[in-house]
């Protein structure tokens, strides 16, 4: 879009106010905190007991179904409240209460594995093709070649990862800071369509995006996207919801002791509820329609055995998966 084919007003033509349930303010988050759950005793044993049952069973991550997880009835209920949440209302929801002080670190990367297959299907997320990452400083310098800013100490720009849900299950706290933060893309959209719309029509328009050397052989070192798009009359921006939400971080100052830094296990998910995305965003998620498998940073550990339960997993859920298409050798998996 150029500039000749903005509105008088600097504005896309027949671009207004989104009005969605995840355009608030802050300001409505402490009016209504409906979006903190506490966890009631019921539940935290369904979840327990699903944990056993999966240890139990001696799989590994890849060989493991939603079914090695049988959480029963009120904490599957709990899970689908939640996740309605973040996709037909604000946003994001936050779970507390779960028992991670008397969990092994083992354990807790087991049940959120097994939280994470109930909803969707785990994307890669960096180099090395983790699936599951530890957000804790690892020595890491931000805004480096190899800096990403969760193996740091330091506050976060604002932004959204590349999957439709960003899970964060926190294991530690430091001694001070580290808070999350978050915000309305929604909203900023709107605010800056009242006071800068010249500058929200540049937004709608392609720019490119960087791997940032987190690409598979067979994908480019960059890529052309919007910032913001619309598909379907749904808004969607690329800077959980993770498409109408915004994170950051504060810095943080961290323990001595290694036992006792921080730590924080972070999941991506594509969702089989999830909405189609905007067309200009395909090269980015690979695929942008409504139930299918899309999103993650491919990396350069993908194996035939992830592929395969990636596949799996589509299948349980009822995804198209065609993510791979540009791997000649996945012809093979692909539903």
């Known amino acids: 879009m150029g500039a000749s084919a903005m509105s008088a007003s600097g504005a896309p033509p027949g671009v207004g106010p989104v009005v969605q349930p995840g355009g608030w303010t802050p300001e409505d988050l402490r009016r209504d905190t409906g979006w903190a759950h506490r966890l009631d005793a019921a539940e935290i044993a369904a979840f327990e007991r699903g944990l056993v049952h999966a240890r139990a069973s001696g799989k590994g991550f890849w060989d493991l179904a939603p079914g090695d997880f049988p959480f029963g009835e009120a904490a599957l209920e709990r899970l689908a409240r939640a996740l309605a949440e973040t996709q037909q209302g604000r946003g994001f929801q936050m779970l507390r209460g779960l028992p991670v002080d008397r969990w092994s670190?083992?354990?807790?990367?087991?049940?959120?594995?097994?939280?994470?297959?109930?909803?969707?299907?785990?994307?890669?997320?960096?180099?090395?093709?983790?699936?599951?990452?530890?957000?804790?400083?690892?020595?890491?310098?931000?805004?480096?070649v190899q800096g990403r800013g969760y193996n740091t100490k330091s506050a976060f720009d604002f932004h959204a990862d590349g999957s439709d849900l960003v899970g964060l299950m926190c294991l530690?706290?430091?001694?001070?800071?580290?808070?999350s933060l978050i915000a309305s893309s929604i909203t900023a959209?709107?605010?800056?369509?009242?006071?800068?719309?010249?500058?929200?029509?540049r937004l709608y328009e392609p720019v490119p995006f960087s791997r940032q050397g987190e690409h598979a052989p067979e994908e480019p070192a960059w890529y052309m996207a919007a910032i913001i798009g619309v598909r379907d009359g749904r808004f969607a921006c690329r800077h959980i919801r993770n498409h109408v939400m915004l994170h950051s971080r504060t810095d943080y100052v961290d323990h001595d002791a290694p036992e006792r830094k921080r730590h924080l296990l972070r999941l991506w998910l594509s969702l089989p509820g999830a909405p189609a995305l905007p067309e200009s965003w395909r090269l980015a998620y690979k695929d942008v329609e409504a139930c299918a498998v899309r999103g993650g940073f491919r990396g350069l550990g993908i194996t035939p055995q992830i592929e395969s339960f990636e596949a799996r997993m589509a299948a349980h859920h009822a995804m198209a998966f065609r993510i791979y298409a540009d791997r000649a050798h996945t012809q093979g998996v692909r539903a």
């Open 172 to 179: 530690r706290t430091g001694v001070s800071g580290g808070e």
């Open 189 to 201: 959209h709107n605010t800056m369509l009242a006071e800068r719309p010249d500058l929200l029509a």
């Open 105 to 144: 670190v083992e354990d807790a990367r087991l049940f959120f594995w097994g939280l994470g297959l109930h909803l969707g299907v785990p994307r890669p997320q960096g180099r090395a093709s983790q699936y599951m990452s530890d957000v804790r400083d690892a020595g890491g310098t931000y805004r480096s």
